[in-house]
Each structure stands twice: as structure tokens, then as C-alpha cells.
């Protein structure tokens, strides 16, 4: 077994030669042993203020603070939870930086079952100098060189293994698998390293090493190794404390107490890197000459100030110096110095462990000394056992205020008075220096007597604990895969997008011919866009999107007022008789007239109805299939202005005069067109999908006529009920579809549109539980329940700030209980889900703009598009995604999108308004 401090401790380049120039003998030297003693003293209220200024220092770090800097950094670490014991399998652990010259690899077999363990096999190797001191890739390729080394004994064969790296140096962590090392620490110096991701340089080494396919899937700080391996029974432990070459420790924060992290719930295991703790105002009073001397001559200068007092690597230099100048004022060994003594490096942790154990005896003392080169006399072997005495207990009693700052951190963020915890240690201090722990669990007694703390040794050096993590990734990573899987389909390449503008521009050409197509392309027997010479008093009517309303709309000089009611259409009215439904409308009209005291008025009525319908007129529209959950009987194959007229004639003393029936797509243009004469394309994404455009009249064939324009209403959602998406269709697609009043139909709505996008994240969560990815695979009633995650959630929750609360908020609302990762995937497949949506949408209006421009044969088409709906509108991205995939698909049309601010009802009042001055044209 090597010694802590042998290789670890260099002489920095260019450092002075004589350090302890700040040395001096004093002239009478007898006080001098217990002077040196003495300022190692260090007292209560300079443990307390330690503390005190370390927890500032940590809750600085914790809320973010950059200037001035926090002394210490406190790094969030991914590892949200303790292990529960059912993390099973065999796992590689490769130890780096723990044991300062050495590294260590670990075969660790994980049962699975509470307190079940399997003796991990293991294999030191020493790392050269040079090595620690080379090029980085130097240092990873022998890390690789050990571990071929440690698995050439193992019958691994060629099994893919699962590797869990403990880098024992402070790193940025950005993931269970991605970590930035900072600076090195504790004697390490290689270069090329810090600002890199330490997993991909021993990824890279391991790659070129090419003897045995690794997959390294998570690597942790030493610390967490050695809180996660605490033995379930006795824990959690949750502080993770390792005082070996250097010192640090780890706990578990909550996560909302993190300002870096982008969670409100559960708890984040924290790195807090104390080494670096240096607040001259609480250390200044402790730091001792040795302490600058050993500082000056190492390779970090004024860098890890806290561990250069306690870290084992740093233990047995601090006594050196002391006997050292001790010796050469003539009052240790006869004022004899010896190489050893002089040298850096000379006397090791367990030298000073042995000489200080009480139980290990002037004679023991006195061989080590005269193995360092020493011819001790008897005082001096007392007066060297004080000094080991005096560096150690104070090494404890820092190390003891620290951990009593973790401890008031712990009480803060839990907001508790009294704690009860469990602390894992770990490091070669602990284990070879017999009073280290004592001292360190009396003066936590003292710093903190509000905290009933209990230490678990960790039994392997954290090995276990590295492979807890190990495994907690391995799933996680293995969980990553499923997902990706799942989330595969959803993710179009720009090929298929441009394949389904191709599709749609085909069934475009096909459905305006008349030909068979899942396009019907119908006229609306708009021919303009208002001119804004309409003026007038109408009432409009809007049904089919989330609201019906019934809107007066006043076209002026001055512009267009509208006042409008929002009315409620029951499920039931929906999917009633058609009667019935139309009553329901009539009833709302006269309850409008009534609220308005237009009773008793016959205003030109504009009426948006925005299902598919067949118009042989401005006021004629067949209805030929309901959409959106609607199905009133009696009604598809009708002439729904016919309906309303009825159900108008049926309640007495309503007169109405409807003039136009226009769909909520054609509305829209209208409505933007009256602010932009450029609006030709009506765009809406809600609870249901469609466009319309104005289309050379030459090419419908279904309407006489070759010049001038008509509007015509694409009814895109039923693109693809031909099949021609069915490549794009996933599983999920299919269970919507498949559940839904009208299957087989409106394939290309149910891909995109409010109604459905909430049921396919909900069928893909179902499918991640089952695949135990999601919820620990707990399918609960809540989320087989139809209809239960709405699409408004999806905006919510891909809202850009505060997204993963929205998520756990939206989730336990629900009744689910979800762990972070849980958050982090359902965010990720509402993503997929809505920019497939979005894409889509995309393609459909790149097709359409590539229409007009190619219809008028321009090089360059200038065009705006009047878009409306709850999805467009609300979702935060999906109106970007469709102008980026149009400018992709379309890059000779600039199109501007014009969201509709009065909704439709006001186009349908100008459509209404522009017959109406045509009709008086014709009259004059
Ligand atoms: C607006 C229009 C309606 C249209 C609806 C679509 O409200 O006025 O005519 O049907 O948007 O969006 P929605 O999300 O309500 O289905
Ligand atoms: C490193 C820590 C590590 C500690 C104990 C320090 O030098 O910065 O990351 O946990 O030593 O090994
Ligand atoms: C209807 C269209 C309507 C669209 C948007 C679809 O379900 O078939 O007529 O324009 O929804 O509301």
C-alpha cells in the first residue's frame, strides 16, 4: 500500500530556495517548541467563525453569487437521490485522484436486494510522476493501460461493461456523464485537461487503448462515491466526507436552494469543494508560517489554502517544516538535519499518524526518525510526537468546522432546528490516523450540539457508492436510448418535410381538377379581399373553434367595432341531432340581440362555420363531414345555412338575413386582410387545422370562369386520409386515431391541431411507463384517463422559463409523482410532439405560398398569411417553428404571418359586408 504523501507533494518550479526565509531562530530559543506548538492552537471562537464564514461562503455559491467570487464553489453533482437499494448488475469503477499517486479499478457486483453485498475485487496501480505531472492524454491512456490490465484477470470476455469514474478534482458537472474539471488539485499538474470533459479524454484514451468496450456512463466527485456507498441499512447517509491526500465533502442540498439549477422540488447531491475555502479573515488567524511556506513551495500557490491544513497529502509536510526549523534553531536532534528532513515530501501521513498514535511509543517514534535519517534524542521523540499531535488535531478540528457549516447549511435549507444525520467518511486519514475522527466528533459536538450526527465509515473507499451511481446511470442513460427510440418517429428530417410539401402540392393540383385527392380544395365564392369600402352594421356568427360567439361588427369610416359574446356549446349539443344544435345557435343569437337591443333587427348575418363544407354560393354550404368532436345528426350531406334558416323560422319573431357562410380559415383572411391587402392565405392551427388561399380561378376547375381569384378552402386536415402520410403515423398516432368519433379521418389534423396533440404525449407517457422509462413504470388511472393532459399544458410546460416546475406542477396535479428525470422527459416529448405539429404545419404552407408564386410566375412572392387559433397562439415556439420550416421549404417567398386579432367573426362580417356591396352594385 503506498504512503499518502510519497509522490504526491512537488517542489514548484522556480520555487525559492530557502522557504523558510520567514523562519528566524529567536535568540532564546527554549520557548521555542511550545511557540510552534502553540500556533497550531487554534481556538472555539476561531472554529466558530470558520464556520460561520464557510456557510456565507456556501450559501453565496448556492444562490449564484459571481463578484466577488464565493471561497468555495459548491457544484451541483446530478445525483439527485440516494440509493434505494435496487440498483443491481456489474459494474467497472475506475478511482482517480481519491488516493493522491494511485489509481484504483474496481469490479463491483450490485444484488439488487437491500444489504446484500458482494465483495468488490480491486487492483491499485501507482501512477509515475511523470504521469501526474505529464500531458493529460498521457495520464488517461495509463488510466486505460490499468483498467485492460485489472479486466486481462477477469472472465469479463467481450461483454460490453458499464464504467463508473470517481475524478476526484473539482469539476463543472453537466450531466451524470459530462464534466469540465477545473483546476487539478492535490499534487496533479497534467496538462491539456482542465476546462475539458474528463469523460470524453478517458472515453478517447480507453478508445485508443481498444482491448475492451467500456462505456463509461457516469463519473462523480470521490466524496459522493463515499456518501452513496453507505450501506442502506444504516443511512442514507447524507453528507459524503473524505479526508485522504485531499478533503471534501459532498451532501444533499434542495434542489430550490440550487439558482443554477432549474428546479423548485427534490434534492441535488452538492460537491463543496472546501479546499478551496481561503476567507483570510477566518483563516488569516489560523494560518501559520509553516502553512505560507508549504503554500509557497507547492504546485498550486494561494490555491486549496483549507485542504493544504488538512488534506493527508499536506499532514506530514507541515510536521517537516516544524522539526525542520525546530531542528535547525538547535532544539530538536542537536540542532542535526538529515536529506529526509529537508526534503519536501519527507515525512508522510502515516509517519506522523505512528508517531502521534499514544499506543505506538517513544520506540516507534524513534525508528522512524532514525529511518528519516535522525539520531533523535528522548525529549525529542516527546517533542515530535506534540508536534504530530498539534498539526493533526487541527487538521480535525477544520475539518470539524466545516462539516459543522454543512451541518447549519443542512438546518437552513431543511428549515430545522435540531438534524439528525448520518455522515459516510471516507480517506486514509480516517483510517490510519487513529484520533482524527474522534477529534473531528467532539469538536462537531461542540460547533454544532443541535445536530445528532452519526459517521459511517464508508467500507470501500466509496467503490460501491461510485457503482450505486454508476448504476443509477447506467438506467438513466439505458431509459435515455428508450426515449430516444420512442421519440424517434416524431423527429422529421427536412427530406420528409419536403416530401409531404411535395404530397400536399400534388393533392393540391388533384383535388382543384376535381380528381380523387384528400384535398376537396372548395371554393368559397370569395373572390376578394375587402377592399375597405365595406361599411355597415352585421352580425357573425363563429362556430367550430374552442368558443362559439356571436359578434356585431360595425364597419366604419373610422374602422371596424366589434361586440361580440362568447356562448358555450355542450358535448351533448355537439353530438346531439342537428336540430337541436341549431336551435341551441338561434337561442344564443336572440340572447345576443336582446344583451345588444338590436331585438327585432334583421342585420345581414356573416356566418363562420368551420367545418368542411361544399358552397354552391356565398350562402349555400353543404356540410359534408363533422370534425372536432362535433357530430349533431341530421346534418352532414344538409345545407347548413338551410339549418340555421330553419331553426331561425322555428322560433317566432327572429328575423335574420344570412348572407354568407365562410369557413373560420377564410374569416381569418378576411379579417387580416382588411389591416394588409398582401393577406391571400388564411392559416388556422386551434382545436382544428386548414388553410384557405386565393387561387387563380383558371385553375378550379369546378367554378366557370378563367380570370380573377377565389378563395379556396383547402380542408388540409383531411390531407393524408388517403394514406399518404402513413409513414410519417406512428403508434401514437394511431391510438388517437383510433379512439377518437372519426377514425380514419382528418389524419393530418390529428398530427397537428389542439384536439389531439395532448392525447399523443399522453399515449407516449403510457408507452414510456410501460417501458418502466417513465414514473418507475407506475401507470396510474389518471393518465389512462381520455383527454386528461390537455394541449395547453404542452405550452405551458415548453414555456421558456420555470419549464420543469411546470411540468412536476402540471404532473402531481395529475396525480403523478415524478422524479426530476421524469420532468426532464415529459418536456422532451412534448417537444417532439408540438415541433412535429409545428413542422408540418410548416410544410402545408410552404406549399401553398410555392402555389401562389408559381401561379404567377414569379421569381420572388411577397405574401402574408392570417393566421388564428389557441395552439398558434399560445404554444411559445410553435409559431416560430412554422416560419422557420416555411422559410426552409419556401426560400423564394417572404411570408409574413399575421396572427388575427379579432378572430373570424369579423372576416365573416366582411365577407357579408363585400356581398352586400356587390349585391347593391348589381341592384343600381
Ligand atoms: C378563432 C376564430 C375561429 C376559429 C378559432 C380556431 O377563435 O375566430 O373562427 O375557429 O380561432 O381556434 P381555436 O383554438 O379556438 O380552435
Ligand atoms: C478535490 C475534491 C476531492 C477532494 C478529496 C480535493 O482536492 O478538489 O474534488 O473530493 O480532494 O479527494
Ligand atoms: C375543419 C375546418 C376548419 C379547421 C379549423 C377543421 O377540423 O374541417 O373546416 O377550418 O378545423 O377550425
Redesign the pocket.
Known sequence: MDSIGSLGLQQREGAPSCPQEGLRCPSNSSELVPECLQQFRVTGAQLRQIQTSLLDSMEQALKGQASPAPAVRMLPTYVGSTPHGTEKGDFVVLELGATGASLRVLWVTLMGIEGHKMEPRSQEFMIPQEVMLGPGQQLFDFAARCLSEFLDALPVGNQGLQLGFSFSFPCHQTGLDKSTLISWTKGFRCSGVEGQDVVQLLRDAIQRQGTYSIDVVAVVNDTVGTMMGCEPGVGPCEVGLVVDTGTNACYMEEARHVAVLDEDRGRVCISVEWGSFSDDGALGPVLTIFDRTLDHESLNLGAQRFEKMIGGLYLGELVRLVLAHLARCGVLFGGYTSPALLRQGGILLEHVAEMEDPSAGAARVHAILQDLGLNPRASDAEFVQHVCAAVCTRAAQLCAAALAAVLSRLQHSREQQTLQIAVATGGRVFERHPRFLSILQETVMLLAPECDVSFIPSVDGGGQGVAMVTAVAARLAAHRCLLEETLAPFRLTREQLAAVQAQMREAMAKGLQGEASSLRMLPTYVRATPDGSERGDFLALDL??TNFRVLLVRVATGGVQITSQIYSIPECVAQGSGQQLFDHIVDCIVDFQEKQGLSGQSLPLGFTF????TQLGLDQGILLNW??GFNASDCEGQDVVCLLREAIGRRQAVELNVVAIV???VGTMMSCGYEDPHCEVGL?V?????ACYMEELRNVASVAGDSGHMCI?M?W??FGDDGSLSMLSTRFDASVDQASINTGK?RF?KMI?GMYLGEIVRHTLLHLTSLGVLFRGQQTQHLQTRDIFKTKFLSEIESDSLALRQVRAILEDLGLSLTSDDALMVLEVCQAVSQRAAQLCGAGVAAVVEKIRENRGLEELTVSVGVD?TLYKLHPHFSSLVAATVRELAPRCVVTFLQSEDGSGKGAALVTAVACRLAQMTCV
Request: aromatic letters at 4%.
Open positions: 367550430g373553434g368551420s367545418f368542411p363544407c370534425t372536432k369557413n373560420d380559415t388556422i386551434g382545436t382544428g387545422t386548414n378552402n380542408e386536415g383531411a382528418q389534423e391541431s387559433g
